[in-house]
């Protein structure tokens, strides 16, 4: 590794390559073929970030630790701490051999501080991420040793023992504060490890006597002979103590001596950056192992970037470099001090800054403005600063999407109960915003600014009986908002997880974390903490507590362990050890994305619906014991709301522990004072003490070290915390073993994620030296393990139905991609249906009704039945129809979707089962459901068109040279109704308002234009109305005389000619005539002339003019007048008989309903 | 267009003194020449009604009705020529379409002994001529032919220019290929709340994602804006994520703020629109 990084730093090995490499692109050739062959990326990448540390060891003296390279823990020989397991990895457990201890933590903040993380690194032990473990065995530190590497021992826990047994929470609690304490500088005897042959001893710690003078060593030295031997005695171990310490005064002597600069505030400077190559080199490869995941937790590199990026100490003087040089000379390349002074420090933080910027741009906007206001980042790249204020921007939405299907009207009983839950989805997300402004706030009580408001609208939610709504609603949003980490963009996930989730701000719990450990890095809150509700999961808890409302837990309960209890069963496994590997590799890495995403919501779910059951019995205090008794012999009678019992001991009998006990341990750790003593969790607690006892680190090989890492820190916790309720607790005989496992590893990612106290360890670590601990005493519990049995579990598969033993002997890939195609084409199908068929018949439907209408006699109603019996008779051939589809389609897909190799046989079986698989679920759904389908979509057209809304698109052409430039409605009326025309002449108006011919032909044409321009008017039917009622109206003001016009007596006339000429070429709809008509302007001596045109042009009946005279008549109109328009209409045009129109006064009167 | 709040409050302040006629309106153009005629209009709309609906109570009470009623009737007698209705209104500053209303109700009750339904009340106004007083339906007409801010022919001009401008954000929308789904697609769907326009594929416009957008053919003022917020905008976030509002006749630039959050406002429609490559190098 280090043979690596040097050659890459001597450009020996491409960049690119190693990149490459790196990124698992691995078709090494050529002459760094063997370097990067050989050596492993989990060993590089520790030692990548150790040699980071290092290099920056002296410069990052300000913070109080720097993360990653914390002294690793003292372990004693063959027996180990709890505190051991939880933080090593599993396929990696350091051999206990390679634990030295010279990792020792002064407070001083400077030289010693530097030394000891030195050493740290070197003792392999990545502390603060834990996933990496053995990179100092494997490094330079023991360079001398040619042992080959130790295996991972199988160590005894003494769980007797008072020193490695201890219960966690004593640890913190019992010990003196650190001040007080001087850590006891205990040895591990064990001789040091092995050394890989290739890796380069350092120089400082090699085995050579002080006394002599390092020669710098170079590979082939290595290579050849080492000093180092197999014989190496704990007396060459103690010789290494004494020169690290000897290097911690030399350390300490000198940065006393540079301390005073250090006062000046350091002001970074591009310019003063040396080896600048090399650290954009280094930032690089470092990049690419925080791209590709590689290192232990990508927050905590990050973390320490930031630490480079804020260094506030001062470059150490060139005299002390030189002297520190000549004490230990340092000719190597890996030894140059590359991040020795803030210059580089800062340059180097800022490149890699630059290159993680996606991960960066996914940090809350506090963090990025914090950046953006760093000087530093402006200094060195202004472009970064740019891209960060940009990216302060980006949005936080994180909503649920509003899905037709669970959130329309169909789902709800009334419509009140809609619209109700219309706005009950508002007030949450308004009170969910407000909370996030507001709650972080000093002062700001949930409670307070937002408990009338949760209860107003949860007694809405009583009144319209919206609970399971508003209860999936919570649900879903809950998970959404703190499901925790997980890969962007992970396969695993939720289908409907649309681009909502891919812009806001996922894993917020994970950033939660990152705030946290920003903002008080040094905070222990002990390694036990009591169940928490952190992040945006407060917010769930606090509207639940204060909304205190029975239906909507109960609503909540039912939907939680529904969900819950599904996720339990979920198959996670793609793979099964049976098939072929080969194709199916790929999945693994699904797998675990997969675990990982069910095992973290269903603690999410767990944990709330054990907050909802156990909320009504909780109480501060513990009750005393008569009144416990009471409650037990109360509450025994009713049935729990999760059969714990029965769910362990089917995810013990399935192999399925590693899922279901960490969320079974969420849902138990809410338990209330008297809840551990009810039977039914009694004996699941008992069941889950007993697993604890079985497990055992290592013991069933290394790839399920990290499942019983999982479950025993999970275990470990909750029987610490319920600790005072669980004293009683007896051994249960558990079946069979629990330790054996179907289910992914989780990782160490996930294990944090669950068990973020497991940080604390490190903290703990960080700030006391370990073995004072058991000294302070103060064991409280005792656990004795028994031996586990671990009987193989015998797989009795059932002969089934045929096609279930076809699946059988294939990879099971198969059947996922034939289950998901059925599913997929046989909704489809229906959609298809809906689309084609039902919208087919609707339209026929249509037609048929708008002709049945057009007839004499026509009645909507029995139209409407008959037409829609008609149609639903029609459906029927949707069947028919489906059964094509699927055929056509369902083949095509799952050939699309297998591999090339499948069997033609396999192929075509397939094919036929997913048609089959497709046709029934389409069929099925439509033959119950197309009738209510074809009803409801004929419902909504014969609605519409007994309305008369006008079909949009009938008739509604624009004119061939139409260049949709017209002027638009809404400016016409404005100008005919209220700034110009009609309001003048309706008055009052002043004398110099008066208008000409051409002004108004010109508000003419510009209506015939708007009108015949059918674009936008064909939308707006009330517009075009109202702009056809203007100019009747303005009609009536130019025959009435109140049109102020120039010289009125020779232009009425040919205005008149104009009106009706627009009228006659007006597209569509009625013309408001009826208005001409009226009173008002009847009287009017160009009243008749305007008649005359209309009828003439065919615009207005006879009729009409009749129905008018009628309403008149009924008005008492004067009869002269009546009788005088009578005898006008008589003899100049076509008369309608007077006897006549008094019979036709009904129906006249419905003729023009406006008018009544 | 979007206004500072100085300059907003200059206009505010003029129009203070202004009633809602033609004469009124162009004082208001001459005033600020600068300015759009729309975004003139359309603030001094939203100040009127503001205005109107503070002093409902004061005008609404019966003995308030009662005395402009007789003094209409007063006047009505001896100028029945005059445009005493109008006269009234901008003496007591009420809208004349309003007042109009007002008097037709108590002329109405006081004819048929009863009150009569929204109904004929509506259509009488949008159709003077079935008012069975000519006088009165012709001081009603010029009431509601003179009020740029309220009556029958003011909401069909608004209703018309939402719909335009509506349309108008489509032809842009299909200009730029972008695919939607209109608030009438959306009711169909069953959706609960509908914004003018859904995105099929989103956009970035100015860096902030925009799923949704809004039409607003007026001038975003705090007031108005605040109650779209709480009626819609906030309603469209809690259901498709962050959008865009487009107020056509410009804003408030101070109300801009919710962009982080989700909330963008534009007063035209924007030429910077990042959209999703579906393969490289189509983008």
Redesign the interface.
């Known amino acids: 590794m280090a043979a690596l990084l040097e050659s890459l730093l001597k450009r020996e090995v491409e960049l690119y390559r190693a990149l490459a490499w790196l990124r698992g692109q691995t078709e090494c050739t050529g002459n760094d073929q063997d370097l990067l062959l050989k050596v492993r990326k989990q060993e590089f990448v520790p030692f990548l970030l150790n040699f980071l540390r290092d290099q920056s060891s002296r410069t990052l003296s300000h913070g109080a630790t720097t993360p990653a390279k914390t002294p690793s823990s003292i372990r004693s020989s063959g027996r180990h701490r709890l505190a051991d397991f939880m933080i090593s990895p599993p396929e990696s457990q350091p051999s206990p051999t390679t634990q030295q201890h010279r990792g020792r933590r002064r407070s001083g903040p400077h030289g010693p501080t530097s030394a000891s993380r030195q050493a740290g690194a070197r003792s392999g032990h990545l502390d603060e991420g834990g996933r990496w473990d053995g990179a100092g065995r494997k490094g330079r530190g023991g360079g001398r040793i040619s042992e080959p590497v130790s295996p991972p021992t199988q160590v005894e826990l003494n769980f007797n023992s008072l020193e490695d047994f201890p219960p966690v929470g004593c640890w913190f609690n019992h010990l003196p504060p650190p001040s007080a304490t001087k850590p006891s500088r205990r040895i591990n005897p064990t001789p040091v490890s092995a050394e890989r042959p290739n890796s380069k001893p350092k120089s400082c710690f090699t085995s050579t006597p002080l006394s002599q003078p390092c020669s710098p060593p170079s590979i082939p030295e290595v290579l050849g002979g080492s000093p180092a031997g197999s014989s190496l005695c704990l007396q060459q171990e103690r010789e290494l103590l004494k020169k690290e310490r000897y290097m911690e005064d030399i350390y300490s002597r000198f940065s006393s001596l540079s301390s005073e600069p250090q006062l000046i505030a350091p002001c970074p400077d591009p310019s003063k950056v040396t080896h600048a190559q090399e650290l954009n080199l280094l930032a690089e490869v470092y990049c690419a192992c925080i791209s590709e995941n590689l290192v232990p937790c990508v927050f905590l590199e990050l973390f320490f970037v930031l630490q480079l990026l804020t260094t506030r100490s001062t470059s150490p003087t060139e005299d002390w470099l030189t002297v520190f040089s000549w004490l230990c000379p340092f000719t190597d390349l890996l030894e140059k001090a590359y991040l020795r002074d803030v210059h580089s420090c800062v340059y180097f933080a800022v490149r890699v800054l630059e290159n993680q910027f996606a991960l960066l741009s996914h940090l809350d906007r506090c963090t990025l403005r914090l950046l953006v206001e760093n000087e530093r980042v402006g200094t060195f790249s202004p472009a970064l600063r740019d891209r960060l204020v940009q990216a302060q921007d980006t949005s936080t939405a994180k909503v649920l999407p509003f899905q037709p299907s669970t959130d329309n009207r169909a789902n709800f009983s009334s419509d009140k109960a809609f619209h109700i839950f219309k706005k009950q989805r508002d007030i949450f997300y308004e009170l969910l915003r407000e909370w996030e402004d507001c709650h972080k706030e000093p002062g700001w009580e949930f409670e307070a600014a937002l408990g009338h408001r949760v209860r107003a609208m949860v007694s809405q939610l009583t009144v319209a009986g919206n609970h399971c709504h508003f209860a999936r609603l919570f649900q879903k949003q809950l998970v959404q908002m703190c499901k925790g980490p997980r890969a962007p963009g992970s396969p695993g996930d939720a289908p409907d997880a649309d681009l909502l989730g891919v812009v806001g701000a996922d894993g917020l719990g994970r950033l939660q974390r990152l705030q946290e450990r920003l903002s008080q890095p040094q905070a222990p809150s002990g390694p036990c903490p009591p169940p928490s509700f952190p992040g945006p999961q407060e917010f769930f808890k606090d509207f639940l507590q204060t909304a205190s409302c029975c239906q909507l837990n109960q609503h909540l309960k039912d939907g939680l362990c529904q969900q819950l209890l599904q996720l339990n069963e979920v198959s996670i496994l793609g793979t099964e050890a049976t098939s072929a590997v080969g194709a199916e590799e790929a999945g693994g890495d699904m797998d675990q994305q997969r675990f990982s995403s069910v095992l973290l919501v269903a603690r999410l779910l767990a944990k709330f619906l054990g907050f909802i059951s156990f909320m009504p019995y909780q109480t501060s205090e513990a009750p005393s014991k008569e009144i416990q008794e009471a409650a037990i012999a109360l509450r025994s009678k009713s049935a729990p709301v999760l059969d714990v019992c029965a769910v362990l001991r089917s995810c013990v009998r399935r192999r399925r522990t590693v899922l279901t006990v960490p969320w079974l341990v969420e849902f138990l750790s809410m338990l209330d004072h008297t809840g551990p003593s009810l039977p039914c969790y009694r004996t699941a607690l008992c069941l889950l003490l007993q697993l604890y006892r079985q497990l055992r680190l290592g013991k069933g090989g290394e790839q399920f070290y990290m499942n019983h890492l999982l479950l025993m820190a999970v275990l470990g916790w909750l029987f610490q915390v319920k600790h005072t309720a669980l004293m009683w607790l007896e051994e249960q005989q558990l079946s069979t073993s629990g330790l054996n496992h179907s289910l992914p590893s989780p990782n160490s990612q996930l294990l944090y994620t669950c068990c973020p106290y497991l940080g604390e360890f490190r903290k703990l670590l960080a700030a006391f030296v370990s073995g004072s601990a058991s000294k302070a005493g103060g064991l409280i519990r005792k656990i004795t393990p028994t031996s586990a049995e671990l009987p193989g579990p015998s797989t009795t598969r059932s002969q089934q139905k045929l096609h279930q033993a076809f699946f059988h002997n294939q990879p099971p890939s198969l059947r996922r991609t034939v289950e998901f195609v059925a599913e997929r084409v046989g909704s489809n199908c229906v959609k298809h249906i809906k689309a084609t068929l039902v919208s087919e018949l609707v339209r026929g439907g249509e037609n048929a009704l708008r002709d049945g209408l057009a007839s004499e006699g026509a009645c909507a109603a029995k139209l409407n039945d008959s037409l829609c019996a008609q149609l639903c008779d029609a459906g029927m051939q949707a069947l028919e129809r489906a059964t094509r589809f699927c055929g056509e389609n369902a083949p095509r897909a799952v050939s699309v979707l297998l591999p090339e190799e499948t069997s033609h046989a396999v192929l075509t079986t397939a094919e036929s089962i997913t048609t089959r698989l497709a046709t029934e679920k389409a069929c099925n759904w439509l033959s119950s459901n197309i009738t209510t389908l074809i009803k409801r979509e004929w419902k909504s057209s014969f609605e519409r068109i007994t309305r008369s809304v006008p079909c949009p698109d009938a008739g509604s052409a624009c004119p061939p040279d139409c260049t949709h430039k017209a002027p638009l409605a809404s400016d016409v009326i404005i100008e005919i109704k209220v700034q110009e025309v009609l309001s003048i002449a309706t008055g009052p108006r002043s004398e110099e308002e008066v208008f000409t011919a051409q002004h108004i032909c010109s508000i003419l044409n510009k209506v015939a234009q708007t009108l015949s321009c059918r674009k936008v008017q064909s939308l707006l039917s009330l517009a075009e109305q109202m702009l056809l009622r203007c100019t009747v109206l303005l009609a009536c003001k130019l025959v009435s005389g109140d049109l102020p016009l120039v010289s009125p007596a020779e232009i009425v006339r040919s205005l008149l000619d104009e009106f009706v000429l627009l009228w006659a070429h007006t597209p569509s709809g009625p013309i408001p005539f009826h208005i001409l008509l009226s009173e008002a302007t009847i009287t009017r001596r160009h009243y008749l002339l305007l008649v005359k045109l209309l009828i003439e042009k065919h615009l207005l009946k006879e009729e009409e003019i009749g129905s008018q005279w009628a309403k008149m008549s009924e008005l008492s109109w004067p009869v002269v007048m009546v009788s005088y328009i009578h005898t006008v209409n008589q003899t100049s045009i076509v008369f309608t008989p007077c006897s006549g129109l008094h019979q036709d006064i009904g129906e006249t009167i419905s003729f023009l309903p406006v008018l009544l | 267009m979007k206004l500072c709040r100085a300059e907003y409050k200059t206009i505010v302040k003029f129009t203070e003194q202004l009633r809602p006629t033609?004469q009124c309106?162009k004082m208001l153009k001459d005033k600020f020449p600068n300015h759009s005629q729309s975004t003139l209009l359309s603030i001094f709309s939203l100040e009127y009604q503001k205005r109107m609906k503070r002093s409902l109570v004061k005008h609404h009470t019966p003995d308030v009705i009662e005395d402009y009623y007789q003094r209409y009737r007063g006047e009505a007698a001896k100028r029945p020529a005059?445009?005493v209705m109008?006269e009234l209104a901008n003496e007591v500053d009420l809208s004349p379409s309003l007042l109009a209303r007002l008097l037709l109700e108590r002329f109405l009750e006081e004819q048929e002994g009863a009150v009569s339904s929204k109904q004929v009340l509506n259509?009488m106004l949008r159709?003077?001529?079935?008012i069975?007083d000519?006088q009165l339906?012709?001081h009603v007409?010029?009431c509601t032919?003179?009020d740029?801010c309220y009556g029958p022919?003011?909401d069909?001009?608004k209703?018309?220019?939402g719909?335009?401008h509506e349309?108008l954000l489509r032809e842009r929308l299909r200009e730029r290929r972008l695919s939607f789904l209109d608030e009438n697609q959306l009711r169909?769907?069953?959706?609960?709340?509908t914004p003018d326009i859904i995105l099929e594929v989103?956009i970035a416009v100015e860096?902030?994602?925009v799923?949704w957008i809004e039409s607003k053919a007026s001038f975003g003022d705090e007031h108005s804006h605040r109650t779209y917020l709480n009626e819609q905008f906030?309603?469209y976030?809690?259901?498709?994520?962050?959008g865009m509002v487009i107020y056509w006749y410009g804003f408030l630039a101070e109300l801009d703020c919710q962009?982080?959050?989700?909330i963008l406002l534009k007063d035209c429609f924007p030429s910077d629109i990042v959209t999703l490559c579906y393969s490289m190098g189509s983008c």
């Open positions: 033609r309106m005059d445009p109008l259509s159709e003077p001529s079935l069975p000519l339906a012709r007409d010029q032919i003179n740029c022919l003011v069909c001009i209703h018309a220019i719909q335009e349309e169909a769907k069953g959706y609960d709340k989103p860096g902030h994602i799923h906030w309603s976030w809690n259901r498709f994520g962050p962009r982080d959050r989700g």
